[in-house]
């Protein structure tokens, strides 16, 4: 008797789902026989075609008609669960952390320095995060005047750990179910791949946000002469393959920046004034960064097509 209550809400929830389901199909006149998302989507190509691609300021059409920027973020929506934490992810080499070893003070100047309001916490290495420490909870003590612990350390809160293959829709499940909105990206061997925020995955349905701590984007690839380029870290290694040269975008492991590509070539976070020698004979050359991730680097060209210059 026990099996037959507890089953008969989930079928009836079922049927009332499939009901709103129907009902929504009917509504906008799509076919019952091919999925929602892709009839939705389709729906929305059509009416871009025959409208032209109208109200781009962000503002609705004709009649409270969708404006082009609605219909944008229903596209990202209905492509959201593609994405794995990977994706996601902000890469390993542009991860802001502290080492669980620094002063009060060191710890209170990264903060003060990079702007963000919570920060891994690792000890000896990033593959090594034992948490992540919240600038609601510095605060207090900056404001009272109170003395900081011992150890502030104590003051640390876990965050998420996931694997690089979980749903991003199930990591924003995981946040919210937790109230953590802060994860770390887990690769096969247990390190640390990447970091994600709620923000990271809000962004990928209503795009960049940007608040009055971010900075003025600074171009991610730049010739400066004699063959040589600076690049951002982050810059895209497809787009160094087609702005640069393609074999350098030709690398086994997961990476998809150059900063990543840096970070595979010298096995560790390279310093600054260190020069990797790439397989195509292009040299990379760190220019800025700390010891937890670069920031910029220059490249230069082979030495055979120096001598062809």
């Not at 099996?3 to 789902?17: C, M, R």
């Not at 920060?119 to 109170?146: E, W």
Request: aromatic share 4%.
């Amino acid at each position: 008797m026990a099996d037959s209550h507890s089953s008969a809400p989930l079928s009836g929830d079922a049927d009332s789902s499939s009901g709103l389901m129907s009902a929504l199909r009917k509504m906008l006149g799509l076919e019952a026989a091919r999925s929602l998302r892709e009839q939705l989507e389709e729906a929305i190509d059509e009416h871009e075609d025959e409208n032209g691609g109208e109200a781009g300021d962000g503002r609705s059409g004709p009649d409270g008609d969708l404006s082009r920027v609605e219909r944008q973020m229903l596209r990202n929506l209905l492509h959201f669960s593609d994405h794995d934490a990977d994706d996601v992810a902000v890469p390993r080499g542009e991860i802001i952390a502290v080492d669980a070893s620094i002063s009060w003070d060191e710890m209170i100047a990264a903060f003060s320095e990079n702007g963000h309001s919570r920060m891994p916490v690792y000890r000896d290495t990033l593959d090594s995060v034992i948490g992540m420490i919240h600038i609601k909870d510095v605060f207090p003590f900056l404001a009272n005047g109170t003395p900081p612990p011992a150890d502030w350390t104590t003051l640390m809160r876990q965050p998420l750990y996931v694997p690089q293959a979980r749903g991003a829709l199930d990591v924003l499940a995981d946040m919210r179910l937790n109230r953590v909105h802060l994860a770390i990206v887990l690769d096969e061997f247990s390190g640390t791949d990447g970091l994600i925020t709620i923000e990271d995955l809000v962004e990928e349905i209503v795009g960049e946000i940007e608040d009055e701590h971010d900075e003025t984007p600074q171009e991610l690839i730049t010739p400066i002469g004699e063959g040589m380029w600076d690049l951002d870290a982050r810059a895209e290694l497809d787009d160094i393959a087609q702005k640069i040269d393609p074999r350098l975008a030709e690398v086994e492991e997961s990476v998809d920046t150059i900063g990543g590509l840096a970070f595979v070539l010298a096995e560790a976070v390279p310093a600054v004034g260190t020069v990797l020698e790439h397989p195509s004979g292009w040299c990379i050359e760190v220019t800025a960064g700390d010891e937890t991730h670069v920031t910029r680097l220059r490249l230069h060209p082979p030495v055979a097509e120096e001598e062809v210059q």
